[in-house]
């Protein structure tokens, strides 16, 4: 690398620095030198120590040369660019920090991909935080290129070099930060996406800097996360260097991460449970639960206490920090406690919480707030919804309630992102709000015989900053009355609308270059931007009132910086993904008129409280019933002299057998006792929408939504049970220990005795036969046949592959294909079950092979990996045996269809399942299949199935073998199991209403019109009508009524 001899040695062997400010002329001289470092800003006191020979440093201030700032396309500052000799530009994206800067300039002083050798091969392994150098031979054609590029995109951050030829062609990664080493020498995963994964891995530092940038990868690492909040660069570099041994032992549970006060203020510290204001403090947070542990030690913080706090935790000395109860040793009895306390502590707070603490932890969170990883839709003001998942700590709005409106402030110095603020209702509504007052004010002057325009002041164009004032009736504004721009700050006239000539700021019309610099500004949340617009708008004169008003209001649309915060239900994300992500193939076009229409006529409601099979008694084990066999027959008997006397028949009593030992073992529940348990409530579903139908009818039978009081009450009582039953078990064992203590000492000989003297039966008997211990308690484990699913108010789904897919279901917390779920409704009431388990449940693998039955003692004798799948095969087997057995025991209040299958197939096989009376409703894009579903049911087939000559297939059967009937070519499925059949359609269409004007809006989405199918299930009558004909009156005689 050559370096000009003119170029000046940066000099700093004081205090000041040697930075340069330039103009735009001299930034373009001093560009021409080989390197030049340009800060566009104000200098900061960590660039005055950067030293790197061989650069040169200068700083430009964009507020004052706007046009070369707009030139190097500079849209926000501070920044740092980099310009070398030959034209090439580096731009800095790493911390601003005096150190990171100059290991920058150093990495770029060196070639995008070095060359080493042996010999010097460890001296560069030590030039970066992170290097990187592969090694390949001549024949490699793949990894060459692949790393050339990887150096390129990574140069500014890391060094990159190819060591000497090696025949195993590897890529080394040195992180002399945490001392460590990775080696990838795989070439088939060696693509381009797995030496990024490679880069990821090496160059992730074992205690992590947590920023805005990469706090969403923190917190879904789903490890817990130590957090050490601290105060300048210093204090965080020891806490490093002392805790990086620590973070290493438990790098595969914990991430250690350090988090900077100044950056994210006092709102993290105290969702933390930490006091606001306080120096460094220590936290460990669990995101998966959100369970928080402050370290509340009044001693300095070192690694022994850190991995002691640590151990408390996982012991469970350490309790979680409960929101709702004390902050910092403080005891907060009610919200408004808290907030007062918070808002002392925190500077700025009453802007942050705006009446709403729920997002800090300080109140009780309700069921009307947002929840942390819950999806939310985002409701701009050009009406346009977008959706969104919540993050925990990577926003302001988790905790709050929905249907708040947010305006985002000027960021503060020293801040990197834009707190919200809460609009209220009156300055939300003003122009409503104006308007009848107006309104009001016209009518009691109207009233009062007044003329003129009673109004007083109009309506606040711009929150405060512009406002439209009405005046007296002048001739020729074209409605007759003069409107006036005002500027609230001045008080001065900017336009008039029967004025020819125009104030000068109003003349000055704004370039797209300007308005996207002011966008990029953001000042005033967008009013600033909206303000400048009206101000420079040359024709605001000639606008009539209907005019001005549109014209604001689209402009307020399009640049205010609001939100509203909507919470995601089945209607929302419908329309969102017809419109928005446009999947309406994959929905089947399914339009919120018709998901509400399918609920209406398939009758889904609430069916009534849950009810689940009762637990089976945990049975004993082999071991156990031999024991209490023996203890038994072995049982003594003291006189009134204290001898003690044993029968001898008893004790040799035989043994519980095979049988005895297979019975006494779990057993599934049998399909007619699960028949007979089954209750009302039970749907029917074919959904491939991709789980929309189901989540529409979900919500409609209440089992969509997490309950946040419910799942609490439910933990209390748990653990309340829990207890209790620790506590009856300590008595028991207590009891057996005082009865053991007392028992006389002849019983105890006696017991020895019968020991040495009483044939040997089984080893068993034998140990049975000394004086038993009493067992520590230990909760028996639940059952493995024993499934959780509801047997009330249930949603059976029907599916032709191998897993229902129910992919929009996530967008509600709900994974089907999650083996171990979290806590959720559908966990119980949703069951899936394929068609080949309904029609042919023999053939199903997993329902026709019977799972294995093995006692205790054997089981406990495997390895975990073979115990495992031994209680998942028994547990995957009774659930889907109870799926099948109660779908196919039948008794469904409703059947409801979305689907591309064959409906006449399809309906052949639902129907039966039916309970009688049951509504059907089936739902399809187009019209033709519904139509020629309805004829399988029209009159002309069910008079030819029930008249006198009906099909030959169908004489001599029974009503069950006709319900069950299998379907021909000329009735394709019974014609009398369905009454009222009908085809409908609906659809919402917005429409202009003016006079001569009316039509529908030409921008609402096209696609499938939608149809649905209704009708009823019926029971089908034993016999036939046997009268049948036309009869001739007979005549009556005067007076006589009829015969």
Known sequence: MRLSKATTILSLTSASAAWSHLSASGFREAVKRDHTLVAFVELEIEWASVEVQGVHTATVDCSQETGLCDELDVASYPALRLFHGDGRVRRYRGPRRSYDIAAFLRRSLRPTLSSVDSANTTTFSAIDEAVFIARYSGATYALPDRFASLARTYSDRYSFAVGPPSAVPSV???????????????????????????VRLCTTPLVIELTRRNELQVFGSGRSLVHYIYH??????TYTDMVRPLANKYREYLSFTTVDADEYGDDMMVSLGLAGGAGSALAVQNPANGDVFPYTG???????????????????????????GPLHDELYHNCDTALTVFKKRTPG???????????????PVMASVIEPNAWVGLKLPSENVRFLQVAPNTNLIIHRPFHLTYELLDKQENENFSRLRVIPSDELYADVFNDETQAAAAAVAAAKGETGDASGDGVDGIDGDLSLEGAEPVDGGPSGIEYTLVDME???????????????????????????????????????????????HAALDQKTQFSLAKYKLLKTKKY????????????????????????????????????????????????????????????????ELEAATIEKTSSATVD??????????????????????????????????????????????????????????????????????????????AKEDDEAEEVEEVEKVEKVEEAVEAEPKAVQDTHETQTATAPTTSDAGDAALEPKKPRAYRKQARDDFHVSFSLTNTMTMLHANTQANLTYLKYFGFDYADPNPPPHPLNDHLLCLSWLQLLEPESDTVYAQAPPIQSDEVVSSWKPARRGNYHRKRRRWARTRHIVDSTRAGGFEGLVMATSLDLASTLRHALPLLASGAPVAIYSPNLEPLTALADCFSIARRTVWSGPDPPVDIVGKTVEELEHWPGSEEFPVNPMSLLGVTVQTSRVRKWQVLPGRTHPLMTQRGGSEGYIFTGWKAKPAEGRVTARGKFKKRKLNPGEGPV
């Open 172 to 198: 080394t990664c040195y992180n002399t930060q945490d001392g460590e080493q990775h080696t990838l020498t795989d070439l088939d995963l060696a693509m381009t996406a797995a030496l990024n994964n490679f």
């Open 560 to 623: 205010i910086r609001r939100f509203t915060v909507l919470p995601l239900d089945v209607y929302t994300l419908g329309n969102w993904l017809l419109d928005d992500k446009d999947v309406g193939s994959k929905i089947m076009e399914l339009r919120d008129e018709m998901v509400a229409l399918l609920g209406c006529w398939a009758n889904v409601h609430y069916g009534g409280n849950d009810r689940f099979l009762e637990a089976p008694r945990p049975p004993l084990s082999v071991a």
């Open 490 to 536: 001045s008080q001065a006239v900017i336009a008039r609308s029967n004025q020819v000539s125009i104030d000068s700021d109003a003349r000055q019309a704004l370039s797209n270059e300007e308005i996207e610099a002011l966008k990029r500004e953001g000042t005033g949340a967008g009013r600033d931007l909206i303000a400048k617009l009206l101000l420079s």
């Open 640 to 717: 009134e002299n204290g001898e003690a006397t044993m029968t001898e028949a008893e004790t040799l009593q035989a043994q519980p057998g095979p049988e005895a030992v297979t019975e006494a073992l779990p057993q599934p529940v049998q399909p007619a006792d699960l028949a007979a348990q089954l209750g009302g409530g039970r749907w029917l579903v074919v959904d491939d929408t991709g789980g929309l139908l189901i989540a529409a009818m979900a919500e409609r039978m209440g089992v969509l939504y997490n309950n946040q009081d419910e799942k609490e009450e439910e933990k209390d009582k």
């Open 232 to 237: 300048g660069d210093d204090e965080r570099r």
């Open 349 to 363: 707070a009453t802007q942050i919480l705006d009446h709403t603490p729920r997002h800090f932890g300080l109140c």
């Open 298 to 324: 009044n001693g300095a913080i070192s690694v022994s206490t850190i991995e002691g706090f640590l151990i408390d935790i996982i012991q469970g000395t350490v309790k979680p920090w409960s929101p709702s």
